[in-house]
């Protein structure tokens, strides 16, 4: 890695007295937030002109998104994961939360049957359980330090009556896996002969490790005959999470109308200026900044696993795949997850994320966010040194 990029992302960045999530918490005194799953790095330099323009300006009245919005993405998208997107696909939203929690109930009546794949981002039960619907989960099977799909059993929840969709997480939240074209072909296969729609949460997508490659569900040939909305934004590439707003790409015509009259009856259609500039931005000219984090995480990831199996030997590091989010096994320490997060935040103040929290099958693991300055990793592993677990 070159030197530039090192002393780019080195910069001190306080985020203390700024209404962050993961630092401005009660008690929270030499604390090292490994959390909430953004970076604690400046957005690029083209997004944060283009904001600073917005404000500039100072009228913040309504805005309608123009076609230069859908067309950085339809660029981005064939650059980057060689996908050719049609432009009336192409739907927006204030949120990805939002749209899934809209799409679920526009494709499905309550009471009626949702497969999630736990361990999974908490925010998918969440969606299902507030709309009244029912969350059926196809656990992950976890085997010799990596995760499948376990397609067996999700033919048989497919074929349920009551089941109508299904929510996949593509890279996987929180366990960082990349899912190979042959899992999401096998995938949709299942979903299409069953008639469940496929709702595929794609938010880190552009956040790949290695010779892995991130394949958007809609893609592969066979998944044109599984209804799907792939819902993304550049959120978590380019640390923009506070600019709200989602896009999803619908190629059903049918789908894609019902979907969009949700949003306008849920109000959730509506995105700020301050997101069209942002996604543009980033989209059209802060490929060099993706890149260059990407970089600056990946040191930290080989640290972090360096220093895990020499101090805490008993924890085992999953193999990160895609996303910044680091899944450790702790299951041969005699502590679950909620133990070891106490033990953490107490011992040493270090603060991380219980895998209880993603579901019964995370309760031996612990999530952590490595988008983060080296300095402050080297700072956590050094008091890590006095954990005896």
Known sequence: MQDWIIQFFD????????????????????????????????????????????????????????????????????????????????????GVDVSISTIIKSISSQGDEIIIQEPVYN??????????????????????????????????????????????????????????????????????????????????????????????????????????????????SFNISGVKQGVMIISNAHLREKIKDSLESDFANDISIFAISSLIAAYNDSEWWLESVKDYIYRNYKLFRKYISRYLPKCKV????????????????????NQILELLSNKVGIIVNSGSIYGKSGESFIRVNLACKYSMLKEAIRRLKYMDF
């Open 318 to 337: 999953v193999e990160l795949q895609g996303t910044y989010l680091v899944w450790v096994d702790i299951s041969n320490t005699g502590f679950n997850s």
């Open 123 to 236: 925010m998918f039960a969440s969606c299902i359980e507030s709309s009244g619907r029912t969350a059926m989960i196809n656990n992950l099977i976890y085997r010799d330090n990596k995760y499948y799909i376990d397609f067996e059993e999700l033919e048989i929840m497919a074929a349920r009556e009551s089941c109508k969709a299904m929510l996949f997480c593509s890279p996987h939240n929180p366990i960082g896996r990349v899912w190979s074209e042959d899992e999401i072909s096998q995938l949709g296969n299942i979903c299409a002969r069953h008639g469940v729609i496929v709702i595929s949460d794609e938010s880190h997508c552009d956040i790949i490790w290695g010779s892995n490659k991130h394949i958007p569900f809609s893609k592969p040939t066979g998944n044109i005959l599984c209804s799907s909305v792939v819902c993304f934004s550049p959120s978590k």
């Open 11 to 94: 910069v001190h960045v306080s985020r203390l007295g700024t209404h962050s999530s993961k630092w401005d918490r009660p008690n929270q005194d030499n604390v090292l937030p490994f959390s909430v799953a953004d970076m604690d790095f400046y957005s690029p330099p083209a997004v944060i002109n283009s904001l600073s323009n917005n404000i500039r300006h100072g009228v913040f009245g309504y805005h309608y998104v123009p076609e230069d919005y859908f067309n950085s993405i339809i660029e981005w998208f064939s650059r980057r994961h060689n996908y050719n997107i049609l432009r009336e696909w192409l739907v927006c939203a204030s």
